[in-house]
């Protein structure tokens, strides 16, 4: 019984203790921080993000789960006191000063739990040694009567107040200021679409960055690739148009060369074209192109694929990739003996798991890992990022390692 009031009553007295001390920080803080927030912006940023602090603290006390917290305050310049004053997130902050107000009697109450039965245990010992010096409810001690009486009600009311008054008090003070503080709906818009907007800044710079990345690759294939077997083609028929009349044999050497390089050239083409939209989605559809390189894979692939319906191209385009991408990276660098894929549609949304029984350790960064398996990750997030969707890797040091993408299709 003691054990269980000590674990319902020390946490509530604590919790307690330290609102009394940052109520009355506040009550001597907020007076003059408000006669500086029209000069020292950061002031008015700070109280905000205390009031989502405090009520984060209530909601885990409570054992609630987390809410969004109160949008940051808005963005001023010195002496912008019109800005200021429109803050809904700094006005919503100012009732923290509601918290000095409570301050006192919950302070009275968490010291009375804490102390009323040490209390009572010194006075009902110590109190013959200096009669009239010690108290007891309220009471001063005179004889073992009175010791007798008084100890052993103040150790009951003190056991009271911990278990009972004082977990009643800090749920009902955390339970206020979380609802004091919880930010309107209005207020909650805003912060969704600020942070909607943060994030599709992010993903939008990720995928140019991409695209830009992806271009250059191309414009290197080109390059060191067809357009040299290009040039080199030229030359030969060059060379065989002039040498035709003096050596044809020679000439018809040339050429069957010029019809290899040609046949090579366009192997090299198709090979990055394929890279930009593999011609196989058009001709099989996802699933078809999904099975084939499932089929290509020289590690044994289970592929499980569900009633995907009507998927935009975009779509289909990123699904194949993290597919033919995740292969790639399972065959180099994973040693699994296993791969299993899902590919389904769930509501609007494409799903698509890639799993190993590899090594695990598969980390996204821009460079490679020590694994080596960094870069073509970072180029699906990005890929993924683009058209809306979300990539989430689980890759523990000895496997498996999971790839688990959403994709919109709306």
Known sequence: MLTKILD????????????????????AAIPISLLLSWAIPGITAGLVQLANSERAKATKYLGLPAEPPLPKAAKRRPGDVVTLVRDRSFRRSLRLLLMALVAIPELIIAITAIFAVPAALVGMVLWELAPGQFSLMGLDVDSWLDALILGPLQVIVGLAVMGWVAPALASAHARGFRSLLAPSAGELETARLSQRVEELTRSRA????????????IERDLHDGTQAQLVSLAMRIGIAKQTMAEDPEKAAKLLDDARDGAEQAMTELRGVLRTMYPPILADRGLTGAVSALCARCPIPVELRVGDLGAVPAAVEAAAYFVVAESLTNITKHSAAGHVDVLLERRGSELYLAVTDDGIGGARVGEQSDLLGRGSGLYGMLHRVEAIDGHMELRSPIGGPTTVEVILPCE
Do not use: K
């Open 8 to 27: 319902r009553g020390w946490p509530a007295c604590l919790y307690l203790l330290v609102r009394y001390l940052i109520g009355i920080t506040l009550l």
């Open 206 to 217: 990720g995928a140019v960055d991409s695209h830009g990345a992806e271009l250059r690759r």
